[in-house]
């Protein structure tokens, strides 16, 4: 059961940290020939301050403006911005 707790916890932690790669497999702001301008343009599909759900009570999870991906708390956090 441990084992398969944390073998679950590497795996989301790892969508989480893949979430910003844009559509070449490449960081958001990375370096990456084939998006424009040579650096990496993000994921086309999710905007900052875009909500893509909602936790248990009912908060918005959004997209982190500034934050880190990783980290749940900053997904409740919008930073001022909403987008429904
Ligand atoms: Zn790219």
Same mark, same amino acid.
């Given at each position: 059961?441990?084992?398969?707790?944390?073998?679950?916890?590497?795996? =989301?932690?790892?969508?989480?940290?893949?979430?910003?790669?844009?559509?070449?497999?490449?960081?958001?702001?990375?370096?990456?020939?084939?998006?424009?301008?040579?650096?990496?343009?993000?994921?086309?599909?999710?905007?900052?301050?875009?909500?893509?759900?909602?936790?248990?009570?009912?908060?918005?999870? =959004?997209?982190?403006?500034?934050?880190?991906?990783?980290?749940?708390?900053?997904?409740?956090?919008?930073?001022?911005?909403?987008?429904?």
């Amino acid at each position: 059961m441990d084992d398969e707790y944390e073998r679950l916890k590497t795996e =989301a932690y790892k969508l989480l940290s893949d979430l910003d790669r844009c559509v070449h497999g490449r960081h958001a702001l990375d370096s990456c020939f084939n998006c424009p301008g040579g650096h990496s343009a993000g994921n086309p599909h999710l905007k900052p301050g875009q909500v893509v759900g909602y936790d248990y009570t009912g908060r918005p999870y =959004a997209v982190p403006v500034v934050g880190e991906l990783r980290r749940r708390a900053d997904w409740l956090s919008t930073g001022g911005v909403v987008t429904k």
